[in-house]
């Protein structure tokens, strides 16, 4: 089954942890995105990324960082800096440009 | 600032009547729109999408409608059905650095009733 797997589904974090959320896909995408959902609002893009090795800030990145060492892995960081983290983030990926398909999401919420 | 807004925080609609979720975008530039359904804890999952070049998009019971001159796209369930009930996303795809993201309204949540 081809998909976007986050984990875990659910995240507790003590103020000034750092706190890594996993996103993998196998569907062969190049494109891979995090997304923060807030009550209220829309999908903010917190980080992209086009291809290995190359990621760029989207809207809301900082206090976050990512890396892309793996086509099939997007892992998000979110660092102590990240002064409001308790949110809903979401991991998506697509072919080039194309329409984007989204994991089911992490929740973070700190304790 | 909202470059793609939906006004309606939520809308209510009884079982087989027609729902129309409402977008609203700022730029004529932006040539591609998607719509997609959220459902409580789960990411979103795309519904169908619109090109400008077109003024409709049908699949099955989901019609998009573009009105460019207006800047404003709408999401036509028709019937209804329970199972409908979520909260629905407008998106549009932004230019940045070469790279297209997507922008997305803030969503209407819709409950069917049965």
């Known amino acids: 089954d081809g998909g976007i797997t986050q984990s875990p589904k659910y995240l507790f974090r003590k103020e000034g942890q750092n706190v890594t959320l996993s996103c993998e896909q196998n569907l062969n995408h190049d494109a891979m995105y995090w997304y923060r959902q807030d009550p209220g609002q829309g999908l903010r893009l917190i980080y992209y990324s086009q291809i290995v090795n190359d990621f760029q800030k989207g809207d809301i990145a900082e206090g976050y960082s990512v890396s892309r060492e793996k086509k099939e892995s997007f892992p998000l960081t979110v660092t102590s800096a990240q002064k409001n983290p308790t949110a809903f983030y979401l991991c998506?990926?697509?072919?080039?440009?194309?329409?984007?398909?989204f994991g089911q999401g992490t929740r973070l919420t700190v304790v | 600032d909202q470059q793609v807004k939906q006004n309606s925080p939520s809308l209510s609609v009884q079982e087989g009547r027609i729902s129309i979720l409402n977008c609203d975008y700022t730029n004529s530039m932006f040539d591609y729109f998607l719509w997609y359904k959220k459902y409580p804890a789960e990411g979103p999952t795309f519904l169908i999408s619109?090109?400008?070049?077109?003024d409709k998009n049908e699949d099955g019971r989901f019609t998009v409608f573009l009105n460019k001159s207006a800047k404003h796209l709408s999401l036509h369930i028709v019937p209804s059905q329970p199972g409908d009930s979520a909260v629905y996303f407008c998106a549009t795809k932004i230019m940045n650095t070469g790279f297209q993201k997507l922008v997305f309204g803030t969503g209407t949540r819709l409950l069917v009733s049965p």
């Open positions: 619109i090109s400008s070049i077109k």
């Open positions: 998506a990926s697509s072919i080039d440009q194309g329409v984007a398909f």
